[in-house]
């Protein structure tokens, strides 16, 4: 009996060890990119006339030639910080490993929307949009100009946060930030 059973544990073994191989080379393919894609994460709630933040871009519009962008500004936490706050609001998954707690978030980010006041920010001439595109070569970002992103909205000016710079209270730059 032990017999027949011995080629379907030898099989069994050989499946689950090309699965873990094969798993490694998703993980190694993804850490590869993972810095390009990274980003930056908020270091501060405040918004000053210069400066560098995360926002949804709730609404972009142009009047009398120039082009505004409807900003509400929040925090883009990643890792530890992320965990922390997600605690504090009740939002951290927990899960029990070796009898400790182990709290954890999705894609090891957290997004937190304290303050949803809108500010109108006008944008400076030359200021330019970048959004992430998946095209045949990978993930890439694709620079549009203001009346572009007008005149065809990309669907994640709906939903993604955007890294935004200002300077002299105009924004310079709308950088999608790339969440998985």
């Not at 017999?3 to 499946?15: D, E, I, S, Y």
């Not at 304290?114 to 200021?127: C, D, F, S």
């Amino acid at each position: 009996m032990n017999r027949r059973l011995l080629p379907v544990a030898l099989l069994l073994t050989f499946a689950a060890c090309r699965s873990t191989e094969q798993e490694g080379s998703v993980a190694e393919a993804r850490d590869q990119n993972l810095p390009a894609l990274e980003g930056e994460q908020s270091t501060t709630e405040k918004v000053g006339n210069t400066g560098r933040g995360h926002a949804y871009v709730r609404r972009f519009y142009e009047q009398k030639g120039r082009y505004y962008a409807v900003l509400d500004y929040v925090q883009f936490l990643k890792g530890p910080d992320a965990v922390a706050a997600a605690q504090r609001r009740g939002d951290a998954i927990a899960e029990v490993q070796n009898g400790d707690t182990v709290y954890s978030v999705p894609n090891d980010y957290y997004i937190v929307n304290e303050n949803k006041k809108e500010r109108t920010l006008p944008l400076r001439a030359g200021a330019t949009f970048r959004f992430w595109q998946n095209g045949g070569n990978g993930l890439a970002q694709r620079p549009l100009a203001p009346a572009q992103v007008l005149a065809t909205p990309p669907a994640s000016l709906k939903y993604a946060p955007f890294v935004v710079e200002t300077r002299q209270g105009e924004v310079v730059s709308l950088t999608e930030q790339y969440v998985p």
